[in-house]
């Protein structure tokens, strides 16, 4: 009887302690960087000690089975902080921090608490999920696919992928923008596959993050806008102004790669008016990191003035940003004009000598 008296205690014991449930613990922020090494505030510095909110959710955490969602841009922004960043104080002035100990004892505190957890990589910069996926859904997948691979590498093992709901609204300045910088920047990616290139990508999910506010969100804005700029810039059309007298001839065109990498484009070139005929210029290669002077045939109808437009597109065909306006001033004097001007030259000539010689016979004769 005693026995029984125990069972029985022990299973209501048994049945009513608390069952610690999984924990789903979200890394998440809205993007504190501008570029590489630089940054709008010092917030995330703050927000990775022990007190601050992403220290918290590793240095106050209970010894129970976790499951992480992570989004791998936060982490490569807290290792930028680690080797040294410059940040923006309250009066915009740059303030330098040579290193950070704090950020490599968070990164390797990361690790070893998601060791042996199920870890779940987020889109690339956790952008609005239904947006993107209205804006172009291919997108999306690109962030997931390499959020999830950028997460592995880090943490040196496989971990899954997921996408959650986004509550949140995204304003409409940032959705403008992110479409024009998508398609500006992508179409480059077609001909381009750097890191460098595939970093600027995915930053622009950054523009559509649920909890970027205004303030934070002109200042990327104004980043990424010049960083697509600058990128645009590397691949592009040299050219000057040129007087033209015969009427074939070969137009020299540089086009410059600044990037580490070989490029295979297409260069169309078209007139303003009929005044010159151009030739086909054809599929180029450009070596990395330097420039490729071209001869383009042309053929001046008339004289005058004309401006050549000289695109760039890559062999899919897209262009490649903007044209280069190339103004051509066409002196060309026609055979026809050359040989009459010669004939009356001669005339000329002939009339001098015969004036010459009746003046030297008026002075014989006196």
């Known amino acids: 009887m005693r026995k029984i008296l125990l069972l029985v205690l022990a299973f209501s014991i048994l049945s009513i302690a608390p069952v610690r449930a999984a924990v789903t613990i979200t890394i998440s922020e809205p993007t504190h960087r501008l570029s590489p090494g630089i940054f709008l505030d010092d917030t995330l510095a703050q927000e990775i000690a022990p007190t601050g909110r992403l220290g918290k959710l590793l240095f106050d955490r209970k010894k129970i089975e976790t499951k992480w969602l992570v989004d791998v841009a936060v982490i490569e922004e807290i290792a930028d ?7 923006l104080d309250s009066e915009q002035k ?13 990164l390797n505190t990361f690790r070893t608490v998601t060791r042996n957890a199920v870890v779940l990589a987020l889109p690339y910069g956790n952008p609005s999920s239904s947006l993107v996926k209205k804006i172009e859904p291919s997108e999306l997948d690109l962030y997931s696919a390499l959020g999830q691979e950028r997460l592995s590498l880090y943490l040196d093992r496989k971990v899954g992928a997921v996408v959650i ?9 940032n ?28 930053r622009l999910a950054q523009l559509l993050h649920p909890g970027l506010d205004e303030i934070r969100g002109a200042s990327l804005r104004k980043a990424l806008g010049d960083a697509v700029v600058e990128m645009n810039k590397r691949i592009r059309v040299s050219g000057g102004n040129y007087t033209i007298t015969s009427s074939s ?22 007139a303003s008016n009929s005044r010159v005929l151009v030739g086909k210029s054809g599929r180029i290669s450009v070596a990395a990191q330097s420039q490729l002077q071209i001869k383009v045939p042309l053929t001046v109808i008339a004289s005058g003035d004309t401006v050549l437009r000289v695109q760039l597109w890559t062999p899919a065909g897209a262009e490649i940003g903007s044209a280069k306006k190339i103004p051509l001033r066409l002196a060309v004097i026609s055979t026809a004009t050359t040989w009459f001007a010669t004939f009356l030259t001669v005339i000329l000539l002939f009339a001098i000598v015969v004036q010459s010689l009746r003046r030297v016979k008026r002075r014989r004769s006196r």
């Open 81 to 87: 902080l680690a080797d040294g960043y410059t940040y």
């Open 165 to 173: 709901s986004d509550p949140g609204k995204i304003s409409d300045t």
């Open 249 to 270: 001839y070969e137009l020299p065109i540089t086009v410059v790669n600044r990037f580490d990498q070989q490029i295979n484009l297409d260069l169309r070139i078209s």
């Open 175 to 202: 959705i403008s923008l992110y479409r024009e910088l998508r398609s500006s920047i992508s179409i480059i990616n077609t001909v381009v596959t750097l890191r460098e290139v595939e970093d600027l990508r995915l």
């Open 94 to 106: 740059e303030v330098s921090v040579s290193t950070l100990i704090l950020a490599d004892i968070w």
